[in-house]
């Protein structure tokens, strides 16, 4: 498997790692000691009780979330026993290396922040897992000149736009975008690309190998500066405004730089890429109510 591929994948259960820590972190909110027979919800005469909805959740999600729960808990113990830990470089070029490679969009529906603390716990449980296997020097250093591309991003833009049928109406859009109109707001009334009209116009980040943007598109990003929009810009569908939110730099990593994540890579592809907590779990002796 090749270094761009196996990265993929990496960075494919981050995403959905990052997702249900989210959904988690919304979760606590729920169990705020309150009355049972507590009404949340009437239908009719009917009343729904927060005793119901708690029930139901536990039965669909409880397993589930609790394993979770367990998982980051022998994570972070097993990580402080072995002295492993993560250095904010490594998390910074992890997350601009999953942007530029998944077309993130910013912040999304998660805050910067958790995406980070995801990225932290993903390579503390990598280096926890492959931490007793042994890769030479020169298999990693023939690992990085195979797959320099991997390790190399080109600028890229986080950009939003608004798609008109008319260049009137386009000049019109950017008239209220001058008066103070939010463009977010503009994207959801105006827009005719249903896909980003609800987020704000939103297309995440872009660059020049992102085949389904419109070259013209890169071309005026790169005269824009954060925060700016473009002039009307001539598409298939009519015309678009651009708006730039973020620029981010491309940029090599040098061999020392992505060293550790080499070895990551290479052990985690001789593991199969089995990358699961439950491996470690005995190592902590883990008991919880589902156990045998």
Same mark, same amino acid.
Request: hydrophobic share 35%.
């Given at each position: 498997?090749?270094?761009?591929? !196996?990265?993929?994948?990496?960075?494919?259960?981050?995403?959905?790692?990052?997702?249900? /820590?989210?959904?988690?972190?919304?979760?606590?909110?729920?169990?705020?000691?309150?009355?049972?027979?507590?009404?949340?919800?009437?239908?009719?005469?009917?009343?729904?009780?927060? $005793?119901?909805?708690? *029930?139901?959740?536990?039965?669909?999600?409880?397993?589930? =979330?609790?394993?979770?729960?367990?998982? %980051?808990?022998?994570?972070?113990?097993?990580?402080?026993?072995?002295?492993?830990?993560?250095? &904010?470089?490594?998390?910074?070029?992890?997350?601009?290396?999953?942007?530029?490679?998944?077309?993130?969009?910013?912040?999304? $529906? !998660?805050?910067?922040? &958790?995406?980070?603390?995801?990225?932290?716990?993903? =390579?503390? /449980?990598?280096?926890?897992?492959?931490? *007793?296997?042994?890769?030479?020097? $020169?298999? !990693?250093?023939?690992?990085?000149?195979?797959?320099?591309?991997?390790?190399?991003?080109?600028?890229?833009?986080? !950009?939003?736009?608004?798609?008109?049928?008319?260049?009137?109406?386009?000049?019109?859009? =950017?008239? &209220?975008?001058?008066?103070?109109?939010?463009?977010?707001?503009?994207?959801?009334?105006?827009?005719? *690309?249903?896909?980003?009209?609800?987020?704000?116009?939103?297309?995440?980040?872009?660059?020049?190998?992102?085949?389904?943007?419109?070259?013209?598109?890169?071309? #005026?990003?790169?005269? /824009?500066? #954060?925060?700016?929009?473009?002039?009307?810009?001539?598409? *298939?569908?009519?015309?678009?405004?651009?708006?730039?939110?973020? %620029?981010?730099?491309? %940029?090599?990593?040098?061999?020392?730089?992505?060293?550790?994540?080499?070895?990551?890579?290479?052990? /985690?592809? $001789?593991?199969?890429?089995?990358?699961?907590?439950?491996?470690?779990?005995?190592? +902590?002796? +883990?008991?919880?109510?589902?156990?045998?």
């Amino acid at each position: 498997m090749s270094g761009k591929v !196996l990265w993929g994948v990496i960075f494919g259960l981050v995403v959905l790692n990052c997702f249900t /820590l989210a959904y988690f972190t919304k979760t606590k909110d729920v169990y705020t000691p309150t009355t049972s027979e507590e009404s949340i919800a009437t239908v009719g005469e009917e009343s729904i009780t927060k $005793q119901e909805w708690l *029930d139901i959740l536990e039965e669909r999600y409880g397993k589930e =979330i609790l394993t979770e729960l367990i998982n %980051k808990e022998v994570v972070m113990q097993l990580a402080e026993e072995h002295q492993i830990k993560v250095s &904010e470089e490594d998390i910074e070029r992890e997350f601009a290396v999953y942007q530029a490679m998944n077309n993130s969009k910013g912040e999304g $529906q !998660l805050d910067v922040d &958790e995406i980070h603390e995801q990225i932290r716990y993903s =390579i503390l /449980l990598e280096e926890l897992l492959t931490k *007793d296997v042994s890769v030479s020097e $020169q298999e !990693l250093k023939e690992f990085y000149e195979m797959n320099k591309d991997s390790y190399s991003i080109e600028d890229s833009y986080h !950009l939003a736009h608004i798609v008109v049928e008319t260049k009137e109406a386009a000049n019109h859009i =950017i008239k &209220e975008l001058e008066n103070g109109s939010s463009f977010d707001v503009l994207a959801l009334e105006k827009s005719t *690309d249903e896909f980003t009209a609800h987020s704000g116009g939103d297309i995440g980040f872009v660059s020049e190998k992102n085949d389904f943007i419109p070259k013209a598109y890169i071309d #005026s990003a790169h005269e /824009l500066s #954060s925060g700016e929009w473009s002039k009307p810009i001539r598409v *298939d569908t009519g015309y678009a405004i651009l708006f730039l939110h973020k %620029k981010q730099e491309g %940029k090599s990593y040098s061999y020392g730089e992505v060293k550790s994540q080499i070895r990551r890579q290479i052990a /985690l592809e $001789q593991m199969q890429g089995n990358v699961t907590v439950e491996p470690l779990w005995n190592e +902590v002796g +883990v008991k919880w109510i589902y156990g045998d």
